[in-house]
C-alpha cells in the first residue's frame, strides 16, 4: 500500500494539472449566475466533468434537479467522506458570495481524489447541495437521508480577507434562523362612511412589530428580529381587509431560537386579538446553528497552512446563517474559510464577485481545494481521526454549549 505521503503528493500533483480547468469551471460559474434551484448550467457542468473522472453520478437527486452526488468507492470498504458543493448565486448581484469557487472546489476535490482511492479505504463523495442562499438545499437533502450514511463532511467558503479552519469555540459557528409568513385578514369597510364595521387588518400587522420591539429587550444579545411588511393595504379609503409580513428570527443556538420563535409566535397571535383580525402564520425551514468540528478543524487548518495559505485568524461567531448547521448536527463537518481578497470587503457584495474572480481568489481556490482533499484523505486513512472527530461530535452540546 502507498504511503501516506506518496498519496498526497498525487492529490496535489493531479490539481495543480487540472489547474486551468477548474478555473474555467469557476469562472463559467462566475459570469451566468444562477439563482437558488435554477443552477442547471453549474450543476451539469461540475457533475458532468466529476464524472470524467471515473465517478459514479446520480443526477437529479432525491428529487431535485440540480442536486447530485458522486461517489468513488475505495479499495475496500470503510467509512464515507463527502465533500459539499455550492453554486447558487444572490438575486440581483450574482456571485456575491463566492459559490462559485465552492462548486469548482468540488471538482477539484474530485480530481485529487480520484488518484488515489485505488490505495485507500472507503468511499469519497461529492454532494452537488443547490440553493444555500435562503433554499435550504441542505435540508431538503438531508431529510431525503442523503447524509445518513456519510461520516464527515467537508466544505470551503471565502471569508473575505481572513483565513482559517474552526478550530476553538466560537470560532464557526453562526446563528440559527427560521422566518414567518404572517398573514392577518380583517374586514374591509368604508374608511369614511362606516369605519366602525371594519376589522383593520394593517393595525394588526403594525401591532405585531411594536410588539417586536418591546421583545428585543428581553431576549439574548445575539439574537436577530428583522422583518418586511409586504403588503400593508390596498387603498386609503378603505379598511385593509389584508396584510402580510416577512419576519425572520436569528440566535446562537437553535434551542433558544425555538423559544424566540415561540415568543415571536405570542406576539402575532396577540396582535390578532388586540385588533380582532384572523392570522396565519406559515414557518420556514429551521436552519441550525453551526457546530464545527475543532478536531477536523484542526488538521483542515494544518492542511491550508501546507498548502501556502496565510492562515490569519480564527475569529469568533459570525453573525450569519447557514443550510451548512443542519448539516453539522447530524454529522462532524468543517469548513475550509479563506480569503480571496488582502483588504476587508462586504459580504454578499460586488466586491465578492470582483474577488472571486481574481488571481488570488482563484490562486487561494486551487489551494483550499487541495486542503480540503487532503483533509478527506486523512479521514479515510486513519480510524482514530475519525474516530475522535465523531466523538467531539457526539458531545458537541456539552463541551461547547454548557
Ligand atoms: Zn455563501
Not at 198 to 213: H, P, R, S, T
Request: proline share 4%; hydrophobic share 40%; net charge negative.
Amino acid at each position: 500500500m502507498a504511503e501516506r505521503e506518496e498519496l498526497r503528493q498525487r492529490i496535489i500533483d493531479a490539481i495543480d494539472a487540472n489547474r486551468d480547468k477548474i478555473i474555467e469551471v469557476a469562472e463559467t460559474i462566475r459570469v451566468n449566475p444562477e439563482l437558488g434551484y435554477e443552477e442547471v448550467m453549474a450543476s451539469q457542468l461540475i457533475a458532468s466533468n466529476i464524472r470524467e473522472q471515473g465517478y459514479e453520478v446520480e443526477k437529479p437527486l432525491a428529487g431535485i434537479e440540480t442536486a447530485f452526488r458522486a461517489s468513488k468507492h475505495g479499495r475496500k470498504d470503510g467509512p464515507i467522506v463527502a465533500v459539499l458543493a455550492e453554486y447558487d448565486a444572490l438575486a440581483g448581484i450574482g456571485h456575491g458570495c463566492g459559490h462559485n469557487l465552492i462548486g469548482a472546489s468540488g471538482l477539484a476535490a474530485a480530481i485529487g481524489m480520484a488518484t488515489v482511492m485505488d490505495d485507500v479505504p472507503g468511499m469519497f463523495e461529492v454532494i452537488g447541495t443547490p440553493a444555500e442562499e435562503g433554499g435550504a438545499g441542505k435540508i431538503k437533502l438531508e431529510a431525503a437521508g442523503i447524509f445518513d450514511d456519510v461520516d464527515a463532511a467537508l466544505m470551503i467558503h471565502h471569508a473575505g480577507h481572513q483565513s482559517f479552519a474552526a478550530t476553538e469555540y466560537p470560532s464557526g459557528t453562526c446563528l440559527a434562523v427560521n422566518s414567518f409568513v404572517i398573514e392577518y385578514f380583517g374586514k374591509p369597510a368604508h374608511a369614511g362612511a362606516d369605519p366602525y364595521n371594519g376589522v383593520n387588518a394593517l393595525n394588526a400587522v403594525i401591532e405585531f412589530f411594536k410588539g417586536v420591539d418591546a421583545l428585543r429587550q428581553h431576549v439574548t444579545m445575539e439574537t436577530r428580529l428583522h422583518g418586511i411588511i409586504t403588503n400593508g393595504g390596498e387603498a386609503t379609503n378603505v379598511v385593509p381587509k389584508y396584510t402580510r409580513a416577512q419576519f425572520s428570527m436569528r440566535a446562537p443556538t437553535v434551542d433558544y431560537l425555538r423559544e424566540v420563535m415561540d415568543k415571536v409566535r405570542n406576539v402575532a397571535q396577540g396582535a390578532a386579538l388586540m385588533t380582532g383580525c384572523e392570522v396565519k402564520i406559515t414557518e420556514g425551514d429551521l436552519h441550525y446553528d453551526m457546530r464545527p468540528s475543532y478536531r477536523i478543524g484542526k488538521t483542515y487548518n494544518e492542511n491550508m497552512a501546507a498548502m501556502g495559505i496565510e492562515i490569519n485568524v480564527d475569529p469568533e461567531r459570525g453573525m450569519y446563517s447557514t443550510d451548512f448547521g443542519n448539516t453539522s448536527y447530524k454529522l462532524p463537518s468543517a469548513t475550509g474559510s479563506f480569503a480571496i481578497s488582502h483588504e476587508p470587503i462586504p459580504g454578499h457584495s460586488q466586491q465578492v464577485v470582483d474577488a472571486s474572480g481574481s488571481d488570488f481568489g482563484y490562486d487561494q481556490l486551487i489551494k483550499v481545494s487541495k486542503a480540503m482533499a487532503l483533509t478527506a484523505l486523512d479521514l479515510l486513512l486513519d480510524e482514530q481521526f475519525l474516530a475522535e472527530a465523531k466523538e467531539e461530535h457526539a458531545n458537541w452540546g456539552a463541551l461547547y454549549n454548557g
